[in-house]
């Protein structure tokens, strides 16, 4: 295959996390590892310059341009200071700067290649070429996210860096720092209990990982908006935009995920995507927006559970912390699409086997029971099984009741769950059984909207 | 041990216009002065407040960001030069200041009492941001008086301007407690600007003043609705209107410094000092300054 003008492109996350204390989460451990593969895929590339975009580096008077040859400081973050300092050295390729800057500057933007001592690199441009590219073998070329450009704006600026390779006459590596969701854990955390900051947030992450896997880096571009609002993606998503002007706005890629993880609330991946077609230049007067008639379809086709081929070895099973340990080998809950199933819940409570309002005697038979109070208990444990797995009562779509004695215990049954329940107008059928696992009385089977 | 007291807090903001108009030796940059109105009204308010010889400047700075709660610098020395990230063709600064650590150590003790995650910074190679020394030149150009520098905690206004606007209330509070527990006169630097919708170019020569004007009227009526308040003594309704504030004119009060300044100083029911108002790229800014009563406001 002919030579394109980008050789391989990455999406990585720039938490400093993985950088500088990735001992301390089995997550943060495995992005780091991850890390390494692609800075092997790097070093056995001919690439002339990495260029990074950084969603960290924020500007708002146009565009910036690192250009200083040889920039050098003692970094540190100003949230994640206590994971140590980033001293660096690194080798910048300002010609290619320059003849960035002059094609963005012919677009109509401000732009401003900077070369001062000092001026601060940004943490997740840092973290990432010190992770790929750690003995500076290739020059590399960093440029701003403008924090106020839409679609077009940044789609046209990416398109920008090609020209600016080809009149450079160099191949690049480019790489995207930007995590996918960015909804922070705002307390400290234990590390190693580290996760998505919500299950929505995973959710839309995969949704978005999913299609990367295919290759389908314009797809991904044209859902930026839903995403960012659904999943409050980092800086917009704007990043992607970005990469994909720079790509020729296609879906032809071959794409791989290294590696997926939560970074302190956030969603933090590596992906690579590889071109099955050169990629070069478009004629500057091409449309640049060329959303209109499929974004739409695109959205419609994420956020509907029937049309999302959902990789199961990566959904979650919620397991409650608070609700009883299950009586067999099975979670509280399981989601698929946009449906959460919970398994058959019963009144007990979490680390006793007693059962609220039962009396049992000598015998360990049960002497007598109250049926208003097992029924408030099962509502209670659907509650904290729902909300841990980010639901909640009024969003149960069906239940299904079971009682074990259908005359005697309907009607109070049957007040209760109007009292707690009614108000949500999910569906309901209630059927006597033979017997339940224990000596419970009643038992719901639910299904809700996560 | 007598007990401390806060006397005056000031509104005041950073742009890094105002240094480089006003050429000081720290930096790096020259320019043949600009933005004058507000380099003057810093002036007017340097002089009162210094005329109460404090024993520490507190500035909360919006560009000191934090997303796992409120910081405060917790080593006794930090030098180190401070590139502006925007303008770094007019702010390459040198700085050489020195920290209350007891006072930055009370604050995060009584931040926590309160409920808040507070932390202290102890990373020697950390560099200052250009918001904290911006507002710490103009208000003593010596750097002869010891600072404690508080961070600005955006993540409590990820769920509302409101949410955010309580927490900062609270670190309000704890800051007030701390001052009166360390026995020392504090004065109190809220480093923001007002309505904050700013021009995204500057002309060839930043201190052309012939390009400075409010970017839009709509903020200069927020500003003069705002200043009103302040004027008037009228503190809690200010407060009240503050999240529509932020909205109405991307104010970057929702950093949260004023909210902090206002709660420290028990909602002030006097007048404040309207030293000056001008605009930069566009943003309002004033320098306002609330001398507490004798008693103070603690």
């Known amino acids: 295959m002919k030579k394109g003008l980008v050789e391989s492109i990455y999406l990585v996350s720039g938490m400093p996390h993985i950088l500088l204390a990735s001992e301390k989460s089995k997550g943060w451990d495995s992005l780091k590892s991850s890390y390494a593969q692609i800075e092997e895929e790097i070093a056995r590339s001919d690439a002339d310059l990495i260029l990074y ?46 003849k960035y800057a002059q094609e963005v500057h012919r677009l109509g933007h401000n732009t401003k290649v900077v070369n001062y001592k000092g001026f601060p690199i940004d943490t997740g441009t840092i973290v990432v070429q010190k992770l790929l590219n750690p003995r500076n073998e290739k020059l590399a070329g960093m ?46 955390i234990d590390p190693r209990l580290d996760k998505i900051s919500s299950l929505k947030d995973d959710e839309w992450n995969r949704k978005i990982l999913e299609l990367l896997a295919e290759g389908r880096l ?12 659904q999943a409050n993606a980092d800086m917009g998503f704007r990043g992607i935009w970005w990469l994909s002007g720079l790509c020729g706005q296609t879906n032809s890629f071959s794409g791989r995920v290294f590696d997926y993880q939560p970074v302190w609330g956030t969603g933090a991946a590596l992906v690579g995507l590889y071109p099955t077609h ?39 099973d919620p ?22 199933f919970l398994s058959g819940v019963g009144p007990r ?65 049957n007040r209760v769950y109007g009292e707690r329940l009614g108000s949500y107008g999910a569906t309901r059928t209630t059927v006597e059984v033979g017997a339940l696992p224990t000596p419970i009385a009643v038992e719901f089977k639910v299904i809700a909207q996560p | 041990m007598k007990k401390g007291k806060i006397v005056a807090g000031v509104l005041a903001p950073h742009p890094p216009h105002l240094v480089y108009g006003e050429n000081p ?4 940059p020259k320019s043949d002065g600009g933005w004058e109105a507000l380099r003057w009204a810093y002036e007017r308010c340097r002089r009162s407040v210094l005329s109460e010889a404090p024993d520490v400047l507190l500035v909360h700075s919006p560009h000191w960001q934090t997303i796992v709660g409120h910081h405060v610098l917790g080593l006794e020395r930090f030098q180190g030069l401070s590139v502006d990230p925007i303008f770094p063709h007019l702010f390459r600064y040198h700085y050489d200041l020195r920290v209350d650590v007891e006072l930055s150590q009370m604050i995060a003790e009584e931040g926590a009492h309160q409920g808040l995650t507070m932390k202290v910074m ?28 508080i961070s600005s905690n955006n993540s409590p206004y990820y769920f509302s301007n409101e949410v955010g606007q309580e927490q900062m209330i609270r670190l309000g509070q704890a800051t007030k407690r701390a001052i009166e527990r360390s026995g020392k006169r504090c004065v109190l630097l809220a480093s923001n600007s007002l309505s904050h919708r700013h021009f995204t170019s500057e002309p060839d020569l930043p201190e052309d003043m012939s390009h400075e004007h409010i970017y839009h009227h709509g903020q200069y009526l927020w500003d003069m609705k705002v200043l009103e308040l302040m004027r008037e003594g009228r503190c809690q309704e200010l407060l009240d209107i503050l999240p529509e504030f932020i909205d109405m004119s991307a104010a970057e009060v929702k950093a949260g410094s004023l909210a902090w300044m206002l709660s420290a100083l028990d909602v002030p029911t006097y007048p404040a000092e309207i030293h000056g108002y001008g605009t930069v790229i566009g943003t309002g800014n004033a320098v306002v300054e609330w001398k507490t009563q004798p008693g103070g406001a603690l």
């Open chain 1, 319 to 340: 397991h409650s912390s608070k609700a009883p340990e299950p009586v067999g080998a099975y979670p509280h809950a399981r989601r698929y699409g946009n449906l959460l």
């Open chain 2, 25 to 28: 030796e720290q930096n790096e």
């Open chain 1, 143 to 188: 440029v701003s996210c403008n924090i106020y450009a839409e679609k077009v704006e940044v789609t046209s600026v990416g398109r920008a860096a090609l020209r600016a390779l080809e009149t450079s006459g160099k191949r690049a590596i480019v790489v995207l720092v930007s995590n996918l969701s960015n909804r922070f854990e705002i307390t400290e």
């Open chain 1, 53 to 98: 975009f950084s969603t960290q580096w924020m500007s708002v008077l146009g565009y910036m341009f690192q250009g200083d040859p040889a920039p050098e400081w003692e970094h540190v973050d100003p949230n994640w200071y206590d994971f140590g300092s980033m001293k660096y050295q690194f080798r910048v390729d300002c010609d290619f700067a320059t």
């Open chain 1, 349 to 413: 409570k979490r680390g006793t086997k007693e059962i609220p309002g039962v009396q049992m005697d000598e015998f360990g038979n049960v002497r007598e029971y109250d049926v208003v109070a097992q029924t408030h208990s099962v509502i209670d444990n659907v509650k904290v099984i729902l909300e841990e797995a980010g639901s909640s009562l009024d969003k149960i779509l069906d239940v299904q009741i079971f009682l074990a004695d259908m005359k005697r215990d309907f009607p109070l049954f």
């Open chain 1, 218 to 229: 314009e797809d991904v571009s044209q859902t930026a908006r839903e995403f960012s609002r």
């Open chain 1, 278 to 316: 050169p990629i070069l230049p478009l004629p500057e007067d091409e449309d640049v927006d060329s959303e209109e008639g499929s974004q739409a379809a695109l959205v419609s086709e994420m956020v509907d559970s029937r049309h999302v081929q959902v990789n199961e070895s990566l959904m979650m």
């Open chain 2, 122 to 149: 102890k990373n020697p190679n950390f560099r200052i941001d250009y918001g904290s020394i911006t507002s710490l030149h103009l208000m003593n150009p010596a750097w002869n008086i010891p600072v404690v520098c």
